[in-house]
């Protein structure tokens, strides 16, 4: 063997891979581990363990340290009977980093997939997961199958991948296409299985899954599941595609599920949805402290769902439907302080925006609320937060259906759905939309709405409501759609320099110093009273007319996924 003496630095790359130079310890500890642990035929080479049997990864996996990279051959690489179970803890400075030797071109298959247990700086690279989706790590990790069972359709922690209690850790460049039964049977909803998500990641902080791509998933489940207590989560630059309609709950793409409202403080941006048709909630967030963003939903029919969550944003987002599937929505929010921001909607066929009337009005879940659910399954089902202080500004709803319903109330078992929303901000939005009736619903108390458009095209608008000049006002904000297939105002729109009625501190100007293109927004600047506050001649909706570079689009296939750069 050629030993290479070099620095001890480790270096990242623009795309996130980590690059290590040999050093004489390394090498000598790959030499004496290839010797002691890594199996016969193994292959030490210039830093990298290269194995190319299963039992070979295993003992790779099992006896590696930090700064250890187990490079996988080209093949398929069965797991029928566990598992491929990674519990290993790097550090900054050396992750432990398990890798496909040609990207894609390594296989999982079998009937079990991967556990990250316990790890800290660990990175799972490359990979092609085509195992089963109908057994899991589950008997590994919290109990026996008579536990299982007895938990029916929820469970804390279940999954095919499974990310469980680790810190910095990475999924990466993973395709995931798992085998599954077609279609979901009455029988199966009367034994009531398990769900099954695709990856669990549950537990831990800082962790990442990027540049993957999962597609046509049938049964029940999601495509990722955020669990109990996982914080300062990223999940970006993924492709989720064809994803199949359900027949029942639980068929979302992304389930952010803590269930009492946890702070997750996570990150969900840059990813493509694309034809992921599951249920009507494509995102789902029963949690606080997110921010979903930049991310392009494409012909999914369904709507980004908050559905018990507070201060959490949504910006920058492209929601589009090319196709005109019917069912294909925008936002729905419940819970406190959620912000609808600097958002695109096009052509959509369901509401842009909507809330219910919640059935109790307090801050947060609390431990009586969890005993009285557990006994209560049909309350459960049926209750929604109230919707307060929701902020919805600067956001364009372009040649959609329907725009907003607010809800009203509902009689349900022991959960009535009798308060309505109150205290939202609603300001500088286009609203274009085929519906004559613009606002639905009733009940709401304390809206405050500010400079505001609506237009029908064919001139036929009810507001739904007796509004001010200052608060809506109907005029046609002559957008123009343009080769990209989105629309655009035009130089001589009465959206230009013509936001109204609020006033930006200081803090808030990062939220709208640039439009849904990535176009800088006009900061011509108008001192007021008092000293500290200024009004910023923005224009109304999501789109600031400007000779700019763009440098935010909707995203295609070639800006995410295991294969971009």
């Known amino acids: 063997m050629r030993i290479h003496f070099s620095s001890l630095s480790v270096k990242k790359d623009e795309n996130h891979h980590f690059h290590y130079p ?38 790779a996996v099992i006896n590696a340290k930090p700064g250890t990279i187990i490079e996988v051959a080209d093949g398929d690489y069965r797991f029928d009977d566990a598992p491929l179970h990674i519990n290993l803890k790097g550090n900054a400075d050396f992750p432990i980093i398990v890798r496909a030797k040609h990207q894609g071109k390594t296989q999982f298959s079998g009937e079990y997939s991967m556990l990250l247990k316990d790890c800290s700086y660990v990175t799972v690279e490359g990979i092609t997961l085509k195992n089963r989706a109908l057994k899991h790590a589950l008997s590994n990790v919290t109990g026996t199958e008579t536990w299982i069972e007895a938990m029916r359709d929820e469970l804390p922690y279940h999954g095919s991948l499974m990310v469980l209690n680790c810190d910095h850790c990475r999924l990466t460049r993973l395709s995931i296409q798992l085998e599954e039964q077609k279609g979901f049977t009455p029988k199966m909803i009367e034994d009531r299985l ?82 992921c048709d599951g249920e009507g909630e494509i995102i789902s967030v029963k949690s606080s402290y997110l921010r979903i963003s930049h991310n392009t939903f494409r012909d999914c029919k369904g709507m980004l769902c908050i559905r018990m969550g507070s201060q959490v944003t949504v910006d920058y987002n492209f929601f589009l439907n090319p196709s005109g599937k019917e069912g294909v929505g925008g936002v729905r929010i419940h819970g406190n302080d959620n912000n609808i921001l600097n958002n695109y909607f096009g052509d959509l066929t369901g509401y842009g925006l909507m809330t219910f009337w919640g059935d109790y ?19 459960e089902a049926n209750s929604y937060r109230r919707t307060c202080r929701a902020r919805i500004a600067f956001n364009t709803w372009a040649n959609c259906s329907s725009f907003l319903h607010l809800g009203e109330f509902r009689k349900n078992e022991l959960a009535d759905m009798n308060l309505p929303p109150k205290d939202w901000t609603i300001m500088n939005n286009i609203v274009m939309c085929k519906d004559t009736q613009f606002v639905k619903g009733k009940g709401e108390t304390g809206f405050r709405w500010f400079g ?19 608060a809506v006002i109907i005029v046609d904000p002559q957008l123009v759609k343009t080769d990209d297939g989105l629309w655009h105002i035009i130089k001589d729109s009465p959206a230009v320099d013509n936001m109204r009625g609020w006033y930006y501190p200081a803090e808030i100007i990062p939220d709208f110093k640039v439009d849904i293109d990535g176009q800088p927004r006009d900061l011509e600047v108008k001192v007021t009273e008092p000293q500290e506050q200024s009004e910023f001649k923005f224009d109304v909706g999501a789109d600031e007319f400007s000779d700019a570079a763009l440098t935010n689009r909707p995203l295609t296939n070639k800006d995410v996924g295991p294969n971009v750069e």
């Open 22 to 59: 040999a050093s004489v310890f390394y090498i000598l500890f790959c030499v004496f581990s290839s010797v002691s642990c890594c199996g016969k035929n193994t292959t030490i080479k210039d830093g990298l363990i290269e194995v190319s049997t299963e039992q070979q990864l295993i003992d």
């Open 194 to 275: 398990p769900r099954m998500h695709w990856i669990n990641l549950s537990g831990g902080k800082y962790n990442r899954i990027d540049h993957c791509r999962m597609e046509r998933k049938r049964n029940s489940g999601v495509y990722i599941e955020i669990g109990p207590l996982e914080q300062h989560f990223r999940i970006d630059r993924n492709h989720f595609a064809g994803r199949s309609p359900g027949n029942y709950n639980g068929f979302e793409i992304i389930r952010c599920n803590p269930g009492n409202l946890n702070n997750m403080y996570g990150l969900i941006e840059y990813n493509l949805f694309e034809n």
């Open 452 to 470: 505001n458009m609506f237009w029908n095209p064919e001139g036929k608008c009810n507001p739904g409501r007796e509004f001010r000049e200052s």
């Open 361 to 379: 009005d307090k801050p947060d879940f609390t431990e009586q609320d969890t005993d009285f659910f557990r006994y209560n399954l049909s309350a």
